[in-house]
């Protein structure tokens, strides 16, 4: 079953969310709401982590680490910060983009789950589509607060 | 009257539940002055604290020379209270007053006059404004101006240069009030009144230390529990505060959770209103949105967990729900306890939650108030000197933004309304890196009052930025400003200002300021002309000249808005008493309770947000409120508790927080100028519980020196009534700055971090070490009056 593929996906995406969250937050750790909200956002997939793993025991392969996936699939965390006001814009933006196929990887695998009538499934893909949503909420509320004076006056 | 230094409420003047409090006229004048040589007695209203006291000014020989409180005001029947008796008036004639403009010259501030110093302003200003457009400028400002310099503040900073960067010190004290309304009822503007104390049975003071903020409204609460059928108290707050033991002694709780842990302490409370079947369910089911996601949140609270996480006793926390359920009429007050800690925004929302859910609004004695640290924060956040924009009008709708550009007669895009306005840690950081290179700081003091302050020092007196600073004195903060301007004070120019509970009074002009001093109105009134701020048809963006015509532009921008003043007027405030906004041609007389027929403004075309996240601060957009159809509902928000920034550790073992005295008030740039509460509380201190300094070898006097990962400070210790494991200081008190210098500034050791949803800085969380210095030659210079008593001498309130 090509499902156990794309929970590797989930599995993966989430996990360099996740560390990717605690690279911006750390590396930016002078805007004391950027560390502090990335540390929480990077729980919040953490979290989505942990559950995943019973689920992908179950489909088959040992943990999500193990997991195969299509090479095209895959995204590069970030492993380093950029400086100044424009780099934690481009910081931030590398961030939805991460989040944005989080986001998509959980739609794939929710549809997949209805069709299997998998209701332990259904519900994490409910749970963390949800937590996906604000953490997307929350990068898009921080670029659009710090682009004007980043592009403009910085 | 009795001494109030050592009598801070007075006598007591008992009522029954439902009867109007009695009058008591509070009056003060200085020494050697009798009433019957008082010239004449000027209306005002009183500005030492956040209560907005109705008063007459005392005038002899053009020297304001004492107040009375007037007997027939709906905000104090006549009291004042030791602030306002004793610090009212004796700054006016202070021997360092600033009476005329100064600007750096070879680093050094010199005496100039106004060309010279407006010249300098205006050439920086626009210089900036060519090179790198309005996004240079910032405008930090109060919460002690009157509606009127607000206004024109607004105006000249939004449709003159439009600059988002705007913000006031009442995003230290009082954000949280501003959010935590916004967020449940869709906009700001405080549902209840103060005459709700005469009608309820049950008052909880959630992180209020009500006897030493707003002493004039304890006496009233005094006055009912001393009374027949008094209410019952209940009280959080991690120190043993007058108001807690009068929460036991009325049969109530007192609740110390461990600092940091509100969020969590409201979750429980809550969780066991929905256990006990105390809902309103079909009032929720009616009025309110989100009851099911509420209740999914805060399930896991059960008493049990909320005492480990709090370090509160579960029965307790058991018995106070039980009191909150089961009570007909609650009245709930929050201020900084709850403002100005972890999680801010969503802990002050689940004060509305517990009212919503049991329908508690919009009726005598079930009131709600989301307090206010500063005398005319209220006017801040309606005028838009702050973040918002005038009118209570919501940033993200088109709409609204179009109604000001018509209004102001500009282009809808020169409004700054493109994002979250900038909060003013947010200012300071700009002003740190040096894209805001100009930055305007009026009637506050933020090397005193802001969060870690070595950085706030270092920001100021950098090269990178352009200070204007515009007050009475020569503060810590002027020290540092490039241009310094005189400016007059309370009683020596004429405005309006609004209280928490939304009383407008008319302040009129007493004296004449001292040497070239100019109205803060008139200050800005000048720098708009010199930068000749033009509307599209060309003419002047300004059109008034007297705060009477700013009154009436006011007036106009409220109209139809939900802190609507198009009733009212100059002369209309020359009656007996302040009067309640909104004030309409429906409602001539004000309005005493707001959501009476239980509809809020939620409305997508009406509210103020759209609402956050209150665990990120996520905004939420129009498509997605609009999605919810929340119509009139208000909404039921909640999140879960989540551990405070900086967590004790091995090094820094204690918790530090932060609070008031009653003595004192913004800094003392006027009450340390008054003698007798100089001398009531003179210098800094800091307090332990009883367990720790014993722990630490630390005996009350001793000389301690506080540190935490930020900085550090040395005072004498008060072995006091907080919890243990917490060490609380007084935020009053600043330094000299002299090289070489004992810190003695409370935030020195405070954090750069800020609520997400109210960017309100947290000034209660952070971790610290104390250590004995030296033996002391005397007890702590605390007062024993209040809060700050020594644990030996506990007694019971009056």
């Keep these: 079953m090509n499902l156990v593929t794309y929970l590797g996906l989930a599995y993966h995406a989430e996990q360099t969310f996740a560390d990717s969250l605690r690279t911006v937050g750390q590396g930016h750790a002078k805007h004391p709401d950027v560390l502090f909200t990335c540390q929480a956002l990077a729980a919040m997939s953490d979290e989505h982590v942990e559950r995943l793993t019973p689920i992908v025991q179950r ?96 | 009257m009795t001494d109030r230094i050592a009598d801070i409420w007075g006598g007591r003047t008992p009522y029954a539940k439902g009867t109007a409090w009695p009058v008591r006229v509070d009056q003060h004048l200085d020494p050697g002055i009798a009433e019957d040589q008082v010239d004449r007695w000027v209306r005002s209203a009183c500005l030492l604290c956040s209560n907005g006291c109705g008063c007459d000014i005392a005038v002899k020989d053009g020297r304001m020379v004492g107040i009375r409180g007037r007997a027939g005001d709906t905000v104090n029947h006549g009291r004042l209270g030791p602030k306002g008796l004793y610090g009212s008036t004796p700054w006016s004639h202070a021997a360092d007053r600033l009476t005329r403009p100064m600007i750096r010259d070879g680093g050094v501030l010199t005496e100039c006059d106004w060309p010279t110093a407006m010249g300098r302003i205006v050439e920086v200003s626009q210089r900036l404004l060519r090179e790198k457009g309005p996004l240079s400028h910032g405008f930090y400002t109060s919460g002690q101006l009157f509606l009127e310099e607000y206004y024109t503040l607004a105006v000249l900073g939004k449709a003159g240069l439009g600059t988002p960067h705007m913000d006031g010190n009442t995003r230290l004290c009082t954000a949280t009030a501003a959010a935590a309304l916004k967020e449940s009822f869709g906009a700001d503007g405080q549902p209840g009144c103060y005459a709700d104390i005469e009608h309820c049975d049950t008052i909880f003071l959630y992180g209020h230390n009500l006897a030493e903020t707003q002493t004039v409204l304890w006496s009233r609460i005094l006055d009912r529990t001393h009374g027949p059928n008094p209410p019952v108290l209940v009280c959080v707050d991690p120190r043993r505060t007058k108001v807690a033991e009068e929460a036991v002694r009325t049969g109530g709780v007192h609740l110390a959770p461990r600092v940091g842990t509100n969020l969590a302490l409201m979750n429980g409370l809550t969780r066991e209103l929905f256990e006990h079947g105390w809902v309103d369910e079909k009032w929720v089911t009616a009025h309110t949105m989100g009851v099911d996601e509420l209740r999914s949140i805060v399930d896991s609270y059960t008493p049990e967990r909320v005492a480990e996480i709090c370090g509160v006793d579960a029965g307790e926390l058991r018995r106070a729900a039980r009191i909150f359920g089961t009570s007909d009429r609650v009245l709930s007050t929050v201020l900084q306890g709850f403002y100005q800690s972890h999680q801010a925004t969503a802990a002050a929302v689940a004060v509305n939650n517990l009212h919503l859910l049991r329908g508690l609004i919009g009726r005598p004695g079930a009131g709600i108030l989301q307090m206010n640290g500063q005398p005319t924060a209220q006017n801040n956040r309606e005028c838009g000197a702050d973040g918002d924009l005038p009118g209570f009008r919501n940033w993200d709708d088109e709409q609204h933004v179009q109604q000001l550009a018509e209004l102001w007669n500009v282009d809808p895009l020169t409004i700054p309304h493109w994002a979250d306005p900038t909060h003013a840690m947010q200012i300071m950081s700009y002003v740190e890196e040096g894209s805001i290179g100009f930055l305007w700081i009026s009637a506050t003091n933020p090397a005193v009052s802001m969060p870690e302050s070595a950085r706030i020092r270092r920001i100021l007196s950098g090269e990178q930025c352009f200070v204007v600073v515009q007050d009475l004195f020569l503060t810590e903060t002027a020290r540092l400003a ?171 073992p204690l918790l530090y927080t932060t609070g008031r005295t009653v003595y004192q008030f913004h800094t003392r740039t006027k009450t340390g100028r008054a003698e007798r509460l100089r001398r009531a509380a003179p210098d800094m201190w800091v307090e332990l519980s009883p367990a720790d300094a014993e722990r630490l070898g630390i005996t009350e006097g001793d000389v301690v020196r506080v540190e935490s990962p930020r900085g550090w400070i040395e005072a004498p210790a008060r072995v006091g009534q907080v919890r243990e494991g917490a060490v609380f200081a007084p935020f009053h008190y600043g330094t000299p700055g002299l090289a070489g210098e004992v810190g003695r500034q409370a935030n020195e ?42 644990a030996s001498t506990s007694g019971g309130t009056r």
């Design chain 2, 482 to 652: 490039d241009v310094v301007l005189p400016a007059a004070g309370w009683g020596e120019k004429t405005g309006t200002f609004t209280n928490v509970d939304r009383t407008v009074h008319l302040s009129e002009k007493a004296v004449d300021p001292p040497g070239e001093a100019r109205s803060d109105l008139d200050i800005f009134l000048a720098y708009a002309d010199a930068m000749d701020f033009r509307d599209a048809d060309g003419a002047p963006l300004i059109k008034w000249r007297t705060p009477e015509e700013a009154f009436d532009a006011w007036r106009a921008a409220s109209r139809g808005r939900p802190c609507d003043y198009s009733g009212l007027s100059y002369e209309k405030l020359r009656g007996p008493t302040g009067i309640r906004w909104p004030v309409t041609d429906a409602a001539p007389d004000g309005t005493e309770r707001l959501y009476t027929d239980a509809v809020f403004p939620t409305a997508t075309e009406t509210c103020e947000t759209y609402g956050h996240d209150l665990l990120t601060g996520a905004t939420v957009t129009q498509q997605e409120h609009r999605a919810m159809r929340p119509d009139g509902r208000a909404f039921l928000k909640g999140a879960e508790h989540t551990p405070a920034h900086e967590p004790v550790s091995e090094e820094y």
């Design chain 1, 59 to 154: 489909y088959g392969a040992s943990s999500g680490k193990d997991v195969k996936e299509p090479e095209r699939l895959h995204a590069d965390g970030l492993a380093e910060v950029r400086s100044g006001p424009v780099g934690l814009l481009r910081d931030l933006q590398d961030l939805h983009v991460l989040g944005t196929l989080v986001q998509t990887t959980w739609t794939v695998v929710f549809q997949a789950a209805q069709a299997l009538r998998d209701d332990e499934l259904i519900e994490l893909c409910e749970h963390a589509s949800g937590q996906n949503s604000r953490q997307l909420s929350w990068l898009n509320t921080r670029l659009k607060a710090a682009a004007p004076q980043s592009l403009i006056a910085a």
């Design chain 2, 749 to 790: 050791l405070t954090m750069t971090v800020w609520d997400p949803v109210s960017k309100q800085p947290c000034f209660k969380t952070a971790a610290c070490r104390v250590r004995k210095v030296r033996a002391g030659d005397g007890p702590a210079p605390a007062p024993d009056t209040a809060g700050s008593a020594p």
